[in-house]
T-cell receptor
Framework: GENVEQHPSTLSVQEGDSAVIKCTYSDSASNYFPWYKQELGKRPQLIIDIRSNVGEKKDQRIAVTLNKTAKHFSLHITETQPEDSAVYFCAASSPLYNQGGKLIFGQGTELSVKP | DTEVTQTPKHLVMGMTNKKSLKCEQHMGHRAMYWYKQKAKKPPELMFVYSYEKLSINESVPSRFSPECPNSSLLNLHLHALQPEDSALYLC?????????FGQGTRLTVV
């Protein structure tokens, strides 16, 4: 079945450093790759997403890259701040026209940004 | 507006109770989802609705019964739950602008 692998499971960085989280997916039909930030007790918040016809997308300090051939995608956070501390989930989904799209999550990365 | 609204925020129910969770979105999304999330784990897909029809059931026990009354609403009916069903239940919807989650219902089965 569909599977999304996410690494690392925990990541600790100093404030101002960069953080990189990597994911791989198994379903070659996947065409939508969102990233979510989840703070304790809150909903997963969509922070950035990328579609399969794009290789890279950037939004201020956050960027996502996609390598369809290798089935890899990554989240890059630059100039990290303590408020970036949270659990980050990657996800991969089949197209909407395929039964509404099956959004499958990676296992999550707990990011800690130390002041 | 990227709002998905879930009610109630918290729910405590006994194993013989019947209760319902509600989800609403007004983004015109035609795909809606129910997820279950345990502490320190990723959301786990339960059901997918596409154009108000159940398209995917991830082998969820029949004590969970989804319903989609119209394109904006999604319900999850609960009956005879077990303590291990205690979790955060999340609703999501997806359209051209992305997939967005509601704030969830924290369910405790006693």
């Amino acid at each position: 079945g569909e599977n999304v692998e996410q690494h690392p499971s925990t990541l600790s960085v100093q404030e101002g450093d960069s953080a990189v989280i990597k994911c791989t997916y198994s379903d070659s039909a996947s065409n939508y790759f969102p990233w979510y930030k989840q703070e304790l007790g809150k909903r997963p918040q969509l922070i950035i997403d990328i579609r399969s016809n794009v290789g890279e997308k950037k939004d201020q300090r956050i960027a996502v890259t996609l390598n369809k051939t290798a089935k890899h995608f990554s989240l890059h956070i630059t100039e990290t701040q303590p408020e970036d501390s949270a659990v980050y989930f990657c996800a991969a989904s089949s197209p909407l026209y395929n039964q509404g799209g099956k959004l499958i999550f990676g296992q999550g990365t707990e990011l800690s940004v130390k002041p | 507006d990227t709002e998905v609204t879930q009610t109630p925020k918290h729910l405590v129910m006994g194993m013989t109770n019947k209760k319902s969770l509600k989800c609403e979105q007004h983004m015109g999304h035609r795909a809606m989802y129910w997820y279950k999330q345990k502490a320190k784990k990723p959301p786990e897909l339960m059901f997918v609705y596409s154009y108000e029809k159940l398209s995917i059931n991830e082998s969820v026990p029949s004590r969970f019964s989804p319903e989609c009354p119209n394109s904006s609403l999604l319900n999850l009916h609960l009956h005879a739950l077990q303590p291990e069903d205690s979790a955060l239940y999340l609703c999501a919807s997806r359209g051209g602008r992305g997939a967005f989650f509601g704030q969830g219902t924290r369910l405790t089965v006693v």
